[in-house]
């Protein structure tokens, strides 16, 4: 009889979070400048915003892609996975409008081979976002309508439930926690995480909701192993925590993973710099650092095309790794290449076809040549993320 030791299937991954449908177009200033946008930030949508949407679609050529912070990461690690022939190992829940971009989110979704499990409103639409991008950077404005208006009653639901048993590792943006039903789901995810012993990952997502949403914020952080964060949302949590340390990525890492936990094993921060070296932190470790460079990192600036959703991807990528019971150095290199493939193509998209991960020190990958190993370290554009 063979001794060979079976393979082990790879973890599922559940996503909660706001479902949105990304409205993209490549704008001018002028377009920023009329709506009140800035460059690598997101906000949410005010009155003065409404008419945007529909003025986009008119004055420029968009692409409508399913987006929303959770959403595109968890349809990243499905890709990912699906390169280690993991298939239907990816599941979100949501909120969205029984209408046509609904219906568009739900066909996306299918074909990523993602699970969606949606509460579906007839009172509002489904939500979008706003992607104004210039010079391959992004502005977002999201419209949450149906996504803020998920109900905790949906989270008992049959499909729901079976969904959150079967689950083992959970994702969630720090954007739910905006409004009522989005809070306590993610609190419910939380306790039953704790409970029965599984992963739990969320991301700052934005500097706005370290600033005002800071105590929901560091409740769900209490049950959390990964933080995730860019740098300027490092910077606004420390901010808001009082630390005085500045812009001193590393150390406030090494913070955001000492910060109170219930559970019992320590607690890991991620905190990405776009291109400057990516920052993981473990609660009694000393943080280590990742510079973005290898594989697939022979971009040049000519080839990045848009940033938008590349610090999700990162977190896809990552994702992908941990259900594969990867080393964190090897989910990072992971991170890096998704968002690396992000880059060169508009929106959070990805080829048709598996993604082939491997770098220089994966157990089995070949040895790139010195020359062919010279061009995988050059540094990457400055433009470039994960953020």
Same mark, same amino acid.
């Given at each position: 009889? *063979? @001794? ?12 909660? #979070? ?57 349809? !990243?690690?499905?890709?990912? @996975? ?20 609904? /219906? ?6 299918? *074909? ?20 104004? !991008?210039?010079?391959?950077?992004? *502005? ?18 049959? +499909?729901? %439930? ?35 012993? %599984? ?19 560091? /409740? ?10 860019? +740098? *300027? ?8 925590? #009082? ?11 090494? %913070?955001? /993973?000492?910060l109170p936990s219930k559970r019992s094993t320590p607690r890991t921060a991620v905190v990405t710099q776009g291109s400057e070296a990516t920052i993981v932190a473990t609660a009694g470790s000393a943080p280590q650092s990742f510079p973005v460079a290898g594989n697939p990192w022979s971009l040049t600036k000519e080839q990045l095309v848009d940033t938008n959703g590349a #610090?999700?991807?990162?977190?896809? #990528? ?55 190993? /010279? ?13």
């Open positions: 009889p *063979s @001794l060979a030791r079976p393979a082990r299937m790879a973890k599922s991954i559940l996503g909660f #979070g706001n479902p949105l449908l990304d409205i993209s177009a490549t704008v001018e200033q002028s377009v920023l400048d009329e709506w009140g946008a800035q460059l690598n930030n997101a906000i949410l949508a005010e009155d003065k915003h409404k008419p945007l949407y529909a003025k986009l679609a008119e004055t420029h050529e968009v692409e409508y892609i399913a987006g929303g912070a959770t959403l595109n990461a968890v349809r !990243v690690a499905q890709w990912m @996975l699906s390169g280690a022939k993991e298939l239907g190992k990816a599941s979100f829940i949501g909120c969205i409008g029984e209408d046509k971009f609904g /219906a568009t989110m739900e066909a996306q979704l299918a *074909s990523d081979g993602v699970k969606g499990i949606f509460q579906k409103s007839t009172e509002v639409p489904t939500g979008t976002c706003a992607v104004l !991008v210039k010079d391959s950077e992004r *502005s977002l404005i999201a419209n949450l309508a149906a996504a803020e208006k998920y109900d905790a009653a949906h989270f008992a639901s049959p +499909e729901a %439930k079976a969904a959150v048993d079967a689950a083992q590792i959970f994702y969630m943006a720090g954007f739910p926690l905006t409004h009522d039903g989005g809070k306590s789901t993610v609190m419910a995810i939380c306790e039953h995480a704790a409970a029965a012993g %599984k992963t739990v990952c969320m991301n700052v997502s934005a500097p706005f909701i370290a600033q005002f949403f800071k105590d929901p914020l560091l /409740a769900a952080f209490e049950y959390t192993d990964f933080i995730f964060c860019n +740098e *300027s949302e490092a910077e606004a949590i420390a901010e808001a925590l #009082g630390w005085g340390l500045g812009k001193d990525s590393a150390a406030i890492a090494a %913070k955001l /993973a000492e #610090g999700d991807a990162f977190v896809g #990528g990552f994702l992908s790794q941990l259900a594969l019971g990867k080393d964190h150095e090897t989910a990072v290199r992971a991170g890096h290449f998704a968002a690396g493939t992000i880059i060169q193509r508009a929106g959070c998209t990805f080829p048709a076809e598996a993604p082939d991960f491997k770098w220089p020190g994966m157990r089995g990958a070949r040895r790139p040549g010195r020359a062919r190993a /010279a061009r995988q370290e050059a540094p990457p554009p400055r433009e470039a993320l994960p953020r």
